[in-house]
T-cell receptor, first 109, second 115 residues
């Protein structure tokens, strides 16, 4: 069973801090990884994708991928209360995405 | 702005009834995924379809669940003889034929409650 594992949280950080979200995966065949954000009662929306080892930055978000360790992370700099949501990590596996259970982030004003 | 459209948004059924959930993909998208999300859990893959073809149904329960994506009209996820454990949010996502697998566009979901 191919899996993506995340700590369910909640991860609580003060406004302005860096939030660090982590994810591990079991399928060594996975090549592409994604972070989706889901607000309560809403649908997931894609915020970052990463395909190669290293870092990828987009505004306040940085995704990191280490294929040797099968580890993906998302850093959110200058966290805002509006970032409070559940963050879902996903990896590709045979033409579909396998999602983790999500980490709930709470940014305290 | 024609995004992924799902209906109904909320559906209440009694045990033993049938539930039909519909999904119209984004314009130009020919592939549809269905995912199920239980409360406080992640998204579980159910089925991957293109028009008139089921590509991967490895996540579908063996009984009572079926899905189709006809040449004309929306994709339909059908649950027969619903049980309380079927209560969940069912999300549809679409992707264009040439798009990256992971760049899924999700609908708002259909929330099924089984009494």
């Amino acid at each position: 069973q191919k899996e993506v594992e995340q700590n369910s949280g909640p991860l609580s950080v003060p406004e302005g801090a860096i939030a660090s979200l982590n994810c591990t995966y079991s399928d060594r065949g996975s090549q592409s990884f994604f972070w989706y954000r889901q607000y309560s009662g809403k649908s997931p929306e894609l915020i970052m994708s990463i395909y190669s080892n290293g870092d990828k930055e987009d505004g306040r978000f940085t995704a990191q991928l280490n294929k040797a360790s099968q580890y993906v992370s998302l850093l959110i700099r200058d966290s805002q209360p509006s970032d409070s949501a559940t963050y879902l990590c996903a990896g590709d596996s045979s033409y579909k995405l396998i999602f983790g259970s999500g980490t709930r982030l709470l940014v305290r004003p | 702005n024609a995004g992924v459209m799902q209906n109904p948004r909320h559906l209440v059924r009694r045990r033993g009834q049938e539930a039909r959930l519909r999904c119209s993909p984004m314009k130009g998208h020919s592939h549809v995924y269905w995912y199920r999300q239980l409360p406080e859990e992640g998204l579980k893959f159910m089925v991957y379809l293109q028009k008139e073809n089921i590509i991967d149904e490895s996540g579908m329960p063996k009984e009572r669940f079926s899905a189709e994506f006809p040449k004309e009209g929306p994709s339909i996820l059908r649950i027969q003889q619903v049980v309380r454990g079927d209560s969940a949010a069912y999300f549809c996502a679409s992707v264009g034929q040439s798009s990256n697998t992971g760049e899924l566009f999700f609908g708002e979901g259909s929330r099924l409650t089984v009494l």
